[in-house]
């Protein structure tokens, strides 16, 4: 079974800074798939970056970065130069071949920027 | 591309009735289907998986009587909740893969659709 854990129900930042989002995920799968998903207050689910198990490099998309931590299990996001649009809800998933490639959702982290 | 819709977008209905929500991918041809539910403020549970033309498999808990799940060709599948009741109220939302993309593992998310059980 894959769980993903997200400690920070609620994060806030000011308009311009950067901000770092947690996740930590427990799979006994060797090939996996890590995402972070956007909800605004749409509640359209939005991709923001995807990383390959098997990739060493973090995963970059514009302002958007990831420090994917395989030893430790550990898939944080941090946001540059934050935008009030960034508000919403951050989900972090892995995927597993389960075969379907089912994905695994944290419970969240609601992040608030002040302008 | 990949843009996946869903109708209706919100629905009330009273107990005891069905409901019927839609999810379509305009697109592409979607494998595989997963619908998921959203309570207020809580993540997304997934529900159960569909693959075109074959049974949906359910997650464990989720009540397949109830909720019942067809992925009739490759660009659409229902739920439909029968026998609505209050509790079932919640917000459901679908994704699907793109048939294309083998090995590349989004999945595209309808807007989602809000059920109100009266």
């Known amino acids: 079974a894959q769980t993903v854990t997200q400690s920070q129900p609620e994060m806030s930042v000011q308009e311009a800074e950067t901000v770092t989002l947690s996740c930590t995920y427990d799979?006994?799968?060797?090939?996996?798939?890590l995402f972070w998903y956007k909800q605004p207050p749409s509640r359209q689910m939005i991709l923001v970056i995807r990383?390959?198990?098997?990739?060493?490099q973090n995963a970059t998309e514009n302002r958007f970065s990831v420090n994917f931590q395989k030893a430790a299990k550990s898939f944080s996001l941090k946001i540059s130069d934050s935008q009030l649009g960034d508000a919403a809800m951050y989900f972090c998933?892995?995927?597993?071949?389960?075969?379907?490639?089912?994905?695994?959702f944290g419970k969240g982290t609601k992040l608030s920027v002040i302008p | 591309g990949a843009v996946v819709s869903q109708h209706p977008s919100w629905v009330i209905c009273k107990s005891g009735t069905s409901v019927k929500i839609e999810c379509r991918s305009l697109?592409?041809?979607?494998?595989?289907m997963f619908w998921y539910r959203q309570f207020p403020k809580q993540s997304l549970m997934l529900m159960a998986t569909?693959?075109?033309?074959?049974?949906?498999?359910?997650e464990q808990g989720v009540e397949k009587d109830k909720f019942l799940i067809n992925h009739a060709s490759l660009t659409l599948s229902t739920l439909t909740v029968t026998s609505a009741h209050p509790e079932d109220s919640s917000f459901y939302i679908c994704?699907?893969?793109?048939?294309?993309?083998?090995?590349?593992?989004?999945?595209?998310f309808g807007p989602g659709t809000r059920l109100t059980v009266l």
């Open positions: 998933a892995s995927q597993v071949w389960a075969g379907s490639y089912q994905l695994t």
């Open positions: 569909s693959n075109e033309g074959s049974k949906a498999t359910y």
């Open positions: 799979t006994s799968e060797s090939d996996y798939y």
């Open positions: 697109d592409f041809q979607a494998t595989t």
């Open positions: 994704s699907a893969r793109d048939r294309r993309l083998a090995g590349y593992n989004e999945q595209f």
């Open positions: 990383q390959e198990a098997y990739k060493q």
